[in-house]
Structures are given as structure tokens and as C-alpha cells.
């Protein structure tokens, strides 16, 4: 898929984003999301790039933390789903529509890069990645938060686990995901390529093999960061984090 269409599409669904957002600024999980952060990030960070910022919860967050935050994403509708955000906040943070396979910074740019939920999305992510080592100064660190959200469509029985608990959500919770916009331009996960690719494995290897140093990952960081309403619907695709240094 072309970064045009998925900047439409993505835009499509803003909206609905930004709403979730909103919420997960209005919960706890801006204090625990912060200490979080805070450990992995190395103790002389300054400039950080929140890359593919959606409506930018991890932007806000981290400068309300106090970083110097570069924010950029390919869809126009995430980016002004940011904009208000920021500006509700009352926050300075530098958001940009770009092309993260080119996002076109300068060489060691940046202290930390920081992502979430991003990299299943991609159409190049081992392009992103050398983008990241590029852009990341000797000493700086990448910080990934993603998780196997399309593993179900390879596997009958994890699929059959997730759909019953969607079932008991719906029973606890009266409902199992946030209303969605009418999508008019969707797109195949299945074209994606890591869809069926069992992460964070995969990440973890590319990223030795290109040099970066201290790769490690957290299989399931969920404890600390989601509901129980989340860990219950989500639970066969808990969110990973990938930590990785460059040498």
C-alpha cells in the first residue's frame, strides 16, 4: 500500500483516534506511561521524535515530561486530531506530515525515538528502521511499542480465543471496541509484511544485525500499561516493547 493511501485511510479513522486519545490522557495511563518511559529513555535525552505521532498521546506526554518533541505522521487527520490536543494542553511540540519511510531530518538528530502501534503498519519497516539509526545520535536510543494485532488472521485458534474474549467483554462491559468511521478506502492487513510475522523476534534480529547494541525487548508490558478492560479484549496480542541503542 502507498503512503498516499495510507495517509487516507488513516485519516478516515482520525476522528476516532483522537477521541481514544483524549481518553488515555484523561486516565492514568499518562502517570504510568511516564514512569515508564522515564526508565528506558537515556538520562541525557533532550530532543525526541514521536514517529507516526497518530493524535499524539506519546508527544504530549513526553513534553509535558519536559523533552524537546518532534512529532510527524502521514496522515493529515492525525496530525490536526494533534494539533487540537496540543493546543488544549497548552504544550509547544513541532508536528509535521511526512513520509516516514523519508522523513528527511538530518543525520543524529535526535536523542530518542519513540513509537507505538506503528510498525505493523508499515509497508518498509527494515526502511524505517535505518531511517531511525540514522536520525538517532551515537548513544540514542529507539523505544518501539507494538504488538501481533493481525497474528489471529493465521491462526484459527488464536482467532477462536480472541473472538471469545471480545464475547466476555461485551458480557463485562456492555461493549468491546470504540465506534469506528464508515471506511471508504480500507486495505488488506494481509498485505502487510509483517502480519504473519511473529514479532518482536523479528525486530529484534534485524536491529542486531544492523548494529544496534543493547536489543532487548519486554514480551508483554500490559501490567503496567493497560485496563483490565484492554488486557481482557486484547489479551491474545499484548503490546511488546523492543529497546535498542545506537553504537
Given at each position: ?7 487516507r ?97 538530518p543525520d ?60 466476555e467483554?461485551l ?9 469506528a468511521?464508515?471506511?471508504t ?63
Amino acid at each position: 500500500m502507498d503512503i498516499e493511501s495510507m495517509a487516507r485511510y488513516w485519516s478516515q479513522d482520525a476522528e476516532n483516534y483522537g477521541d481514544i486519545i483524549r481518553k488515555e490522557l484523561a486516565s492514568f495511563r499518562v502517570e504510568a506511561w511516564q514512569n515508564y518511559l522515564r526508565e528506558k529513555l537515556p538520562a541525557d535525552t533532550r530532543k525526541v521524535l514521536d514517529l507516526g505521532c497518530g493524535p499524539g498521546f506519546f508527544s504530549i506526554i513526553l513534553a509535558k515530561m519536559g523533552y524537546e518533541v518532534t512529532a510527524v505522521d502521514c496522515s493529515e487527520g492525525m496530525l490536526a486530531q494533534a494539533r487540537q490536543l496540543v493546543e488544549s494542553a497548552g504544550i509547544k511540540i513541532t508536528l509535521q506530515q511526512k513520509d516516514i519511510n523519508h522523513p528527511e531530518f538530518p543525520d543524529d538528530s535526535f536523542d530518542a525515538i519513540v513509537s507505538r502501534n506503528v510498525t505493523w503498519t508499515l509497508s518498509n519497516p527494515w526502511q524505517v528502521y535505518e531511517e531511525c539509526q540514522r536520525m538517532l545520535r551515537t548513544g540514542g536510543r529507539l523505544l518501539l511499542f507494538d504488538a501481533n494485532w493481525n497474528m489471529p488472521l493465521f491462526d484459527e485458534a488464536m482467532a477462536k480465543r480472541a473472538e471469545d474474549r471480545r464475547e466476555e467483554c461485551l458480557r463485562q462491559y456492555g461493549d468491546a471496541l470504540d465506534s469506528a468511521a464508515d471506511i471508504t478506502e480500507p486495505f488488506d492487513p494481509l498485505q502487510l509484511p509483517l502480519s504473519g510475522t511473529k514479532r518482536p523476534y523479528w525486530d529484534v534480529e534485524l536491529l542486531r544485525n544492523m548494529g544496534f547494541g543493547d536489543v532487548h525487548t519486554e514480551f508483554d508490558v500490559t501490567e503496567k500499561l493497560w485496563d483490565d478492560k484492554e488486557r481482557l479484549l486484547y489479551g491474545e496480542t499484548p503490546m511488546f516493547g523492543i529497546f535498542a541503542t545506537k553504537f
